[in-house]
């Protein structure tokens, strides 16, 4: 049991796109920390990934003066000054997902999710599945230019191809719409017969990407990783196989270990030293999915935590 | 000049205020500040504080209203808008960087040359801007297309010009000072910059398109494209005008989302087009031409922010959000449409020949587009 302060803390979660599972499972991480804690947390984000969306958002938050405030921004660069408004109110704030420019000044503890370094293991688990590396001619489906996040995801996986030996093409846009993925997936199959390696940055691209495998009957043939998150049908099709390597990052820890820290900090005034906590990641096999030591990297969206 | 006069003008300007949308929009822009004041506990919602963050967020958005509006107002639709805001942003950012100092530099954030970067930078992106209207003002007045595929075109084009300039990464490292000193800076730290900009090219777009020849002839194409070129006003050069004059406020724009955030964002601006369009009809203006209002547009840019602070401050799901302001266009240009039946038509229903898409034109005179353009104050 903690201790009943007189008033109850009030918490905010603001994140770069709250359609997305990815961010909501960070917003169930806070939530649970939350309850633990007595603390009343409210949520809120933009609908698209768009700085200039969020920003009105954080500006609303910031006149309501919670008592801390975790944001997983948008833009490194953007979020500064509304974020220094809150530093200078003495609200203090914790950044999840990318840590802000010169992030150690205006937040307590930063959390980031080293897309590059989890592109890189789905790479290095479908390299695992080829007797011959040399022979694998692997493609990465990405979700739009200027997107870093999913942009280094494509870089780290195109990287571990590279040196396992095999060919990485330059990757493909497909907005995260199936539609758009499956035609651009069916294209590049009947273009590149030796393509036998693909990678989907989320699972709607996913989604797409392997209906066009199984259109053109190679299921199996063709080795598929993707990002968990954004699809109600990744588990299935890590199950049946049409998914060899699924990448399971930890934005519930982000959005838990955001919300205990500023606690630690709003209850006992003692500022802890910044840190930057770089996450980890799964890799979600058939074989491994069902492990206990799997769940923490299994994205849930909302359907993971009840609203409110 | 007797008081009884001056009276009876200010009795007369209330009067005409009753007839007008921007009044009505005022009204309602008001009623719905007020309710987010009492409805918001502990009057975190009606304070300067909030109300200037509001105003601060809406100013980018007020510059893309106000060129939609000359644009509306001509007859004619600019779906390129987000295009035009994010080719001009890359400009504006990439020039700035480049002459601020040389790469080394400003990789170690030294910006010898930061003024001059500053200023060929904000050049550059209200000349991207201007040559993005400019273009499609031409391909709109040689081709003979309609406006609505030509911007759709460029829409794409522009976009894809921003990708290849960028190799799709967004551009960052700007000179932090164009940011604190400018984009995000506050006035008495109250009053943001780009608000007090915005609302400057507001009034002096409001005077050039109720008080000038330009403004006039925009309207007078709007009414009757063929009228207009049979009276011998030179059409095609004003579209292109009034196109690139769109363009250098979208150019603007683009130079102050990099004032606000500091790097392009290439992924955003999607729905810019459609937030702009949004307010001036709003505001006011006819979608199919003769009929608008800088000063409708204006008041009605701010109703999107005022609900994103409010709902968010009240903490309700945004994505009620969608579906507030889709009610408030749709009842909005209802009413408005109402209001402009001629008083006997009124309670009736109206003869068949009124066809749905015609009915905005009704209470129009077709024969002097120039007079009806006066009587809308």
């Known amino acids: 049991m903690h201790m009943r302060t007189a008033k109850q803390l009030r918490f905010t979660i603001a994140v770069a796109q709250i359609t997305d599972t990815y961010f909501q499972t960070m917003i169930c991480g806070a939530r649970a920390e939350a309850k633990k804690l007595g603390i009343k947390l409210t949520s809120q984000g933009s609908q698209q ?3 200039s969306q969020l920003i009105p958002i954080v500006d609303a938050i910031f006149q309501t003066k919670p008592d801390a405030f975790v944001l997983a921004p ?3 660069r953007a979020f500064v000054p509304p974020v220094k408004r809150f530093l200078n109110a003495g609200i203090p704030v914790a950044i999840t997902d990318q840590p802000l420019i010169n992030d150690k000044l205006y937040s307590i503890r930063s959390y980031e999710s080293n897309n590059y370094l989890h592109g890189k293991l789905a790479g290095a688990a479908i390299a695992r599945l080829f007797p011959d590396p040399k022979k694998i001619v692997a493609l990465g489906i990405d979700y ?16 571990a191809i590279r040196a396992a030996g095999g060919t990485a093409l330059k990757a493909q846009f497909a907005n995260s719409d199936p539609n758009k993925a499956q035609q651009v997936v069916e294209a590049a199959l009947r273009g590149n017969p030796k393509l036998n390696a693909l990678m989907f940055i989320d699972g709607l691209t996913g989604d797409g990407g392997r209906a066009a495998i199984k259109v053109l009957g190679l299921t199996g043939k063709v080795r598929v990783a993707e990002f968990m998150g954004a699809s109600a049908q990744q588990v299935r099709a890590l199950r049946t196989g049409s998914i060899d390597a ?9 959005g838990s270990g955001a919300v205990k820290t500023l606690y630690d900090y709003v209850t006992t005034k003692k500022k802890p030293p910044y840190r930057l906590i770089k996450t980890g990641a799964l890799i979600l096999t058939k074989k491994n999915f069902d492990l206990p030591s799997s769940k923490p990297y299994i ?3 909302f359907a993971g935590c009840k609203q409110g | 000049m007797s008081t009884a006069f001056v009276e009876d003008s200010i009795i007369a300007f209330f009067k005409r205020q009753l007839h007008a949308t ?4 005022m009204l309602f822009v008001l009623g719905l500040i007020g309710f987010f004041g009492v409805w918001v506990p502990r009057g975190t919602f009606l304070n300067a504080s909030n109300l200037f963050d509001i105003g601060g967020n809406a100013s980018l958005y007020l510059m893309l209203a106000i060129g939609s509006t000359f644009i509306l107002g001509m007859g004619a639709i600019d779906l390129s808008i987000s295009s035009a805001v994010i ?5 504006t950012a990439k020039v700035m960087v480049a002459a601020s100092g040389t790469s080394e530099q400003v990789l170690a954030g030294q910006y010898p040359h930061v003024g001059l970067g500053v200023a060929l930078g904000v050049l550059a992106g209200l000349g991207t801007g201007l040559g993005f209207g400019l273009v499609n003002g031409i391909l709109v007045a040689r081709l003979r297309v309609s406006s609505f595929v030509i911007t759709l075109g ?3 084009i522009g976009l894809g010009v921003a990708y290849i300039w960028t190799g799709g990464v967004n551009v960052g490292l700007v000179p932090p000072a164009f940011q604190n000193d400018f984009g995000t800076l506050r006035l008495g730290s109250l009053i943001p910059v780009v608000l007090v900009l915005a609302l400057a090219m507001a009034t002096t777009a409001h005077f050039v398109l109720r008080h000038t020849n330009f403004g006039l002839r925009t309207l007078a194409i709007g009414s009757s494209d063929e009228a207009s070129r049979r009276s011998g006003l030179n059409v095609d050069r004003h579209v292109v005008l009034v196109f690139g004059l769109a363009g250098l406020l979208y150019g603007a724009a683009g130079v102050i989302d990099i004032g606000r955030n500091g790097s392009t964002s290439l992924s955003g601006h999607q729905l810019d087009s459609l937030a702009a369009i949004t307010a001036v009809v709003i505001g006011g203006a006819s979608l199919f031409g003769g009929v608008a209002s800088i000063v409708g547009a204006t008041i009605a840019i701010f109703i999107p922010p005022i609900l994103t602070n409010g709902l968010v401050q009240k903490q309700i799901d945004p994505f009620y959000q969608n579906i507030v302001i889709g009610i408030i266009l749709i009842v909005a240009v209802w009413i408005d449409q109402l209001r402009r039946q001629p008083p006997g038509s009124r309670g009736r229903r109206k003869p068949r020949r009124a066809i749905p898409h015609q009915v905005p034109t009704l209470t129009r005179s077709e024969t002097d587009p120039l007079r009806r353009q006066r009587r809308r104050g």
């Open chain 1, 49 to 51: 990934y768009d700085p």
């Open chain 1, 74 to 76: 948008s833009d490194a």
């Open chain 1, 144 to 159: 739009q230019a200027g997107i870093v996040q999913t942009n280094d995801r494509i870089r780290g996986w195109n990287d």
């Open chain 1, 246 to 254: 699924l990448v399971g990052q930890t934005p519930y820890l982000m």
């Open chain 1, 299 to 301: 994205l849930t969206g």
């Open chain 2, 22 to 25: 921007p009044f009505w929009i």
């Open chain 2, 87 to 91: 080719l001009s942003s890359v400009a």
């Open chain 2, 154 to 156: 460029t829409l794409g």
